[in-house]
């Protein structure tokens, strides 16, 4: 089952001192917006958020239809259709994709040490 690009996304108190840290080992910003609370950045193909007064805890992102430079790929498996293959292996979902709907989307499933994993598709 592929899920897509892979990030974390780290719930950071002060952005500005995270975003100073992580490009200390190299990683530069190549999205988001620091006025909103959010950055992502990249180094090589290793991608985190950083999302300040957004979420109480980190979280593991997939993103299908995205590559690891944020670029479209050309096939990929919908998020809907992993929603329904998880839900079929006994799955329990803390937030569900509209499975009548195309395009974004995502949902929410939490491991068994309440890491919460949120598959969410962009295109």
């Given at each position: 089952m592929q899920l897509g690009a892979f990030s974390i996304s780290l719930a950071v108190k002060d952005l500005e001192a995270s975003r100073a840290f992580y490009e200390a080992l190299g990683f530069e910003?190549?999205?988001g917006e620091a006025q909103q609370g959010w950055l992502i950045l990249r180094n090589?193909?290793?991608?985190?958020?950083?999302?300040q007064?957004?979420?109480d805890?980190?979280?593991?992102?997939?993103n299908p239809g995205w590559?690891?430079?944020?670029?479209p790929l050309e096939s990929f498996t919908d998020v809907r259709e992993l929603q329904?293959?998880?839900k079929a292996k006994g799955l329990t979902f803390e937030a569900e994709?509209?499975?009548s709907g195309s395009g974004p989307a995502s949902f929410i499933v939490v491991?068994?040490?309440?890491?919460p994993v949120l598959v969410d598709q962009h295109v």
């Open positions: 910003a190549f999205a090589g193909a290793h991608v985190i958020g950083l999302f007064g957004m979420f805890r980190n979280i593991l992102t997939f590559d690891q430079r944020a670029q329904r293959r998880l994709a509209d499975e491991d068994p040490d309440g890491n």
